[in-house]
């Protein structure tokens, strides 16, 4: 079965500074990752997701995310904070092992990412 | 364009009640699922659907019933709600690709209190 984990529940990290917020995963098959953004008393919104091959993915409002096959990881980053990147962060895996099992899609508990002025 | 809409928004029930929360989409995604959001454990899978007519287990599958009667609507039933069921739901829907990495449209979720 796959499993996620992002180890951090809160990142705090000055405006105009890199950011990173860890994920680790475990599947059967091949990975299929994908992070999301939660605004306050919202659905939670895509930002980006592995594409097989590129090992550095970029997605939406600046972020980009590194895959590292060999530790099992999917971190997120943006080199550059703004305070209105300020919100709850989920990494979701999903398996690539067959049709059935592929389409449960798995996600982390979250990491508040909090960027002050 | 309305996406993934759920309701009601928000739900106050009374132990042993049941109720219906409803979910539509109008993106014609074959992949429908529902999620609990609880603090500090994340997202957790209730059930899932890849198609009309075929639903399945998620991680906590218990207390809930879905079917999956048209491609746009994917209701989640509670039987007989317990106070552990109080939680944040949301529906989520994405497209069926061979490659499996579309991505799930979210609704707004449903605020369930059990008392």
């Known amino acids: 079965a796959q499993s996620v984990a992002q180890p951090e529940d809160q990142v705090n990290v000055a405006e105009g500074n890199p950011l990173t917020v860890k994920c680790t995963y475990s599947?059967?098959?091949?990975?299929?990752l994908f992070w999301y953004v939660q605004y306050p008393n919202r659905g939670l919104q895509f930002l980006l997701k592995y594409i097989t091959g590129d090992n550095l993915v970029k997605g939406s409002y600046g972020f980009e995310a590194e895959f590292n096959k060999s530790q099992t990881s999917f971190h997120l980053k943006k080199p550059s904070a703004l305070v209105s990147d300020s919100a709850l962060y989920f990494c979701?895996?999903?398996?690539?092992?067959?049709?059935?099992?592929?389409?449960?899609?798995?996600f982390g508990s979250g990491t508040r990412l909090s960027i002050r002025p | 364009n309305a996406g993934v809409t759920q309701t009601p928004k928000f739900q106050v029930l009374k132990t042993g009640q049941s109720m219906t929360l409803q979910c539509a989409q109008d993106m014609n995604h074959e992949y429908m699922s529902w999620y609990r959001q609880d603090p500090g454990m994340g997202l957790r899978l209730i059930h899932y659907?890849?198609?009309?007519?075929?639903?399945d287990q998620g991680e906590v599958p218990n207390g809930y019933n879905v079917s999956r009667s048209t491609t746009e609507d994917f209701p989640l039933r509670l039987l007989s709600a317990a106070p552990s069921q109080t939680s944040v739901y949301f529906c989520?829907?994405?497209?069926?690709?061979?490659?499996?990495?579309?991505?799930?449209?979210f609704g707004n979720g449903t605020r369930l209190t059990v008392t």
């Open positions: 599947v059967s098959g091949n990975p299929y």
């Open positions: 989520a829907s994405s497209t069926r690709e061979s490659s499996y990495n579309s991505p799930l449209h």
């Open positions: 659907s890849v198609g009309a007519g075929i639903t």
């Open positions: 979701a895996v999903r398996d690539g092992l067959g049709y059935s099992s592929a389409s449960k899609i798995i």
